[in-house]
């Protein structure tokens, strides 16, 4: 085994190059808990050693404390390293306004004329202001305010339907791991067949997939004492317990002794050998401690059929984490360090304008056909809801391009935004109806209600239809029943 290699890096986009082990300042905002304040000329010379060794990359948000600030300071001093962010706005409508605001405020952050790559986070995909979000992120793209864009626990379905509609991502930040495989499956497919590369965190587990945790008792509530250990416990929890858990950790660190490399070597070289990974993200705690030495040595690791044997085997022995990527965000059961979005998110407003007429209450979704043929996007009465036929629009766009999973899904969406402002949920639903044009459509059309009511079932119909938008693939309606 070779000793001490460069970081081997990745090419994100022709002008963006990355170490494939990018440093994750997420823990500064934990380190800033109860309302302490890092020196951050400290904190941003401890980001010097990293640079130094060559891993000269580095993730943040605008969320994560004074990570930004810090990134600033380093750069700004003459450090050259690549400073990948991301932006998290609250649930709502998003103006043209609110995201120059956001980018103008993370480009005097962290001193830069143009972020080298932004990364967007929705956290619903039921209100389409996320894609009113991306668009307008796209337009400061095109003017030169952000080189590329990406995205962060977006789903197959919702990656799908942004680059469908003509935005170019170069990434999608997710939890992927030993633990969490889900991104293994539909993800890292449609990723590798669109040019989008996954940036993985989680990969170690939140520390616990390391010589600290092997063959100890499951730690106590009280005891975890980071965001990253609450979190990643539920992770634990979800995929079977503690006690199946530590087969996977004695399985990795079998191979870990077999290499003499450390468990954490191990654990981001079996990610990093996913073919649709551009990089994994480990989290440094700036200033505290540091692990260079030892993540130098994952570029000089190399898994054969054996070890990988060994760690399949263990793995394939949890329960799969349930749902998508960033599904632990979006639906119960929440992974999250708090077990719910109350760490994250106040409220959540209606996605569409509901007004009250005779008898009834009318959800409106502002499309311009509403007026002028006299209907809205759905309607209750009583416990009942319907909903009109509904295509893959937003204001004057036409969403999903020529890709009809894509219009589905999106359709759906609204669907699901209809239904939620007005009280229901998309499992109230009791029948669809599904129009295509073309019936060649019919079965990527069938497969997306599928992944969207697979687990409801409604009665439904599928058949062909001249619709009435010659860029509309599919039109569905729906009936709810609370």
Not at 392 to 418: C, M, N, W, Y
Request: with cysteine; hydrophobic share 40%.
């Amino acid at each position: 085994m070779a000793s001490n290699p460069r970081p081997e890096r990745r090419r994100l986009a022709p002008d963006l190059d990355i170490s494939r082990v990018v440093t994750g300042l997420w823990q500064v905002a934990d380190m800033e808990r109860g309302g302490r304040q890092l020196d951050l000329g400290s904190a941003a010379q401890a980001m010097a050693p990293y640079v130094e060794t060559g891993f000269t990359s580095f993730d943040m948000a605008d969320h994560y404390g004074s990570a930004e600030e810090i990134a600033g300071r380093f750069v700004g001093s003459g450090g050259k390293a690549e400073l990948l962010t991301k932006w998290v706005p609250e649930p709502g409508p998003i103006r043209r306004e609110t995201v120059r605001a956001a980018v103008t405020r993370a480009l005097g952050r962290l001193r830069r004329e143009r972020l080298e790559l932004l990364q967007f986070h929705a956290w619903r995909f039921s209100d389409p202001a996320w894609l009113d979000a991306l668009f307008f992120l796209d337009e400061l793209r095109a003017e030169g305010l952000i080189g590329h864009l990406g995205a962060v626990n977006f789903d197959t379905a919702h990656l799908r339907i942004a680059v469908a509609s003509g935005i170019r991502l170069v990434s999608n930040q997710v939890v992927f791991s030993l633990l969490d495989r889900r991104a293994a499956g539909r993800m890292s497919t449609f990723c590798r067949d669109h040019g989008v590369q996954l940036l993985a965190y989680g990969t170690l587990a939140g520390g616990f997939l390391t010589e600290r945790w092997l063959d100890c008792p499951a730690p106590a509530e009280a005891s975890r004492s980071t965001w990253s250990e609450m979190k990643y416990h539920r992770f634990i929890e979800a995929a079977g317990g503690w006690d199946r858990f530590q087969v996977l950790a004695r399985a990795v660190s079998a191979v870990a002794r077999k290499h003499q490399v450390s468990m954490a070597a191990v654990a981001c070289r079996a990610i990093l050998d996913e073919p649709a990974v551009g990089a994994v993200i480990v989290g440094a705690r700036l200033g505290e401690r540091s692990h260079l030495d030892d993540n130098v040595r994952i570029f000089s690791l190399v898994l054969g059929e054996e070890d990988r044997k060994t760690i399949g085997a263990a793995a394939a022995a949890l329960s799969p984490i349930p749902g998508d990527c960033g599904d632990e965000y979006r639906r119960p059961p929440y992974l999250t360090a708090t077990g719910d979005l109350s760490q994250h998110v106040e409220s959540f407003p209606p996605p569409y304008e509901t007004r009250e007429g005779p008898g009834r209450t009318l959800c409106l979704s502002g499309t311009p056909w509403e007026p002028l043929a006299g209907y809205c996007r759905a309607v209750r009465k009583g416990s009942r809801i319907s909903v009109s036929g509904t295509t893959a629009t937003h204001g004057s766009r036409s969403i999903g391009g020529g890709d009809p999973a894509a219009q589905t899904h999106f359709v759906i969406d609204k669907l699901e935004g209809a239904l939620e402002s007005l009280g229901a949920r998309l499992e109230d639903v009791v029948r669809t109806r599904v129009f295509v044009r073309r019936v060649q459509d019919w079965e990527a059309v069938a497969r997306a209600h599928g992944e969207r009511f697979g687990h409801i079932q409604p009665a439904n119909t599928l058949v062909e239809a001249a619709l009435v938008s010659e860029n509309a693939l599919v039109e569905i309606e729906a009936d709810a029943e609370l």
